[in-house]
């Protein structure tokens, strides 16, 4: 099977595209872009190198993507972009190349749902079934961890990690790092419990959502400092992975959690 190009779509020639591969009408797909297997790219969409992107991806009308990132210091230096599998990009959804200030690449993994209008701006590395509702926006260099979902106009500072599991309510606005499986809302984002709802459906035990609970509160209801709360959960750590996720989340962050 080959790929299938619509006629009025514009592909460079240096473009690899694999087996599968459908490019809708009006496209424009620049030098230096790979494009995986199935993968099915809609009418009116632009992507620019260097940009690697995997397998059985739909990219939706209007969005952009591999764009050069949106900062001023950035001088043409040829940073790239890698997608990898089964991840739905809706319209209007921006995700620009890395800057050679940070790692020079922009990472999205495998099997997100990133809906409209979504900006996901240089050096950001986001992991695995992420959902990112409508109009989310991340600043450079921000990193989202494994199953966050990001609520709707939800705004996040440049340098900040959204931990694993953690939600985010719609018009939050974080400037902070935000710990695995918490929720939070409001400006500036507070915490508001554990995503409770979210790590039953991911198959989390009675026993290790009783840890987490306890752990939260460790953290947020004892008065601890962070630095006191960490050495308090290291107690614990071995016994359960998931507390011990935390506790590697909270020793690596350099802007502080919310709180």
């Not at 632009?46 to 995997?54: D, E, F, L």
Request: hydrophobic residues 40%.
């Amino acid at each position: 099977m080959t790929a299938v190009i619509d006629p009025r779509a514009v592909v460079h020639s240096s473009t690899r595209l694999a087996p599968g591969v459908s490019v809708g009408p009006y496209s424009i797909i620049g030098a230096d872009v790979e494009i995986g297997a199935g993968c099915w790219i809609g009418p009116h969409v632009v992507i620019n190198g260097p940009a690697r992107i995997g397998r059985d991806n739909k990219i939706f009308q209007f969005a952009s993507v591999g764009e050069a990132p949106q900062d001023k210091k950035y001088a043409g230096e040829p940073t790239r972009l890698e997608i990898g599998d089964r991840n739905v990009i809706r319209e209007f959804v921006t995700i620009s190349r890395g800057t050679v200030q940070d790692a020079g690449v922009t990472r999205v993994g495998n099997d997100n749902w990133i809906m409209a209008y979504v900006h996901i701006a240089h050096d950001c590395q986001i992991g695995n079934q992420v959902i990112f509702a409508n109009s989310a926006s991340l600043a450079g260099h921000v990193h989202v961890h494994d199953h966050a979902i990001l609520g709707g106009f939800t705004l996040v500072h440049q340098f900040c990690h959204i931990g694993a599991h953690c939600f985010t309510a719609m018009n939050s606005v974080i400037s902070m790092d935000v710990p695995p499986y918490v929720m939070v809302s409001g400006h500036m984002a507070k915490p508001h419990g554990l995503n409770v709802e979210g790590l039953k459906r991911r198959g989390f035990s009675a026993d290790t959502l009783q840890a987490l609970r306890r752990a939260y509160k460790v953290i947020y209801r004892s008065k601890l400092t962070l630095a006191q709360a960490v050495e308090q959960l290291k107690i614990t750590a071995n016994e359960t992975p998931e507390i011990a996720a935390l506790v590697e989340f909270l020793e690596k962050s350099t802007r502080g959690i919310v709180r």
